[in-house]
């Protein structure tokens, strides 16, 4: 086993990523510690949402491979991999209206034997989890009820209901206002800083800038760039990202980059 990677919580290895013939993404390199955040930015249909699934296992790679904890990802079980790492889709579709809190409870699946129950410690947990996204009050609501955003809140406390170490967020800042886009990502924020793991795409770059360690920049061509947050995140690396003139501006001590 390569000892970088089993240092690592999620790692990736000259992982390649396609749509059809199209090359998204070629032989990025990737090493994810736990304390990490790491955004993910680029245009639409540049490969966000496929490299996440594709290092959730969701879909095979067209290249190179993943490891979970120094252990190749497709050599375990999706209840192992359940238990160790979490996605929040970019949507959610629910099939069926249940409660809030039921919904919440789902998440605790991968941690109970066949056919058990959910006890009293998975609804403390799944309550703990609704109050830390100001949900705890609607735990009886029907989710057809919610709004959008509600809704959001409502799959976030599912994800930390489900008591992971890493946390792959698909544009998690999706239906929700300008201050619970800033409690979410505060959130996750801070179980990095407790040793959890995140991997997060944003459409955002002032979002990155604050709330990640390091971003890594996808073109939609195949070509990548990894880096640390205050040298890889510039206005002319985003001009050249988003194929349109960013300017990077100073607000109260934070880095702010808006389109000129």
Known sequence: MDAA??????????LTVRAGTRTLVADLD????????????GRNGSGKTLTLHTLAGLMPPAGGGVQLGGRPLASLSRREVAQRLGLLPQDLEDAFATSVLETVLIARHPHLKLWQWEGAEDERLARAALAQVDM???????????????????AVAALLAQQVATYLLDEPTNHLDPHHQLAVL???????DRGGT?????HDPTLAARFADRVLLLYGDGRWELGPVATAL???SLSALYLTPMLELGQEGRRVFVSA
């Open 198 to 202: 995140v991997l997060t795409t944003l």
């Open 5 to 14: 990677v089993a240092g690592h919580a999620l790692s990736a290895r000259a």
């Open 136 to 154: 705890a009050d609607c735990a009886a609501r029907r989710t057809d009820t919610l709004s959008g955003g509600e809704q959001r809140r409502v």
């Open 186 to 192: 505060a959130l996750f924020r801070g179980l990095a």
């Open 234 to 236: 510039t206005a002319a």
């Open 30 to 41: 990737l090493d994810l510690a736990p304390g990490e955040v790491l955004a993910i930015l």
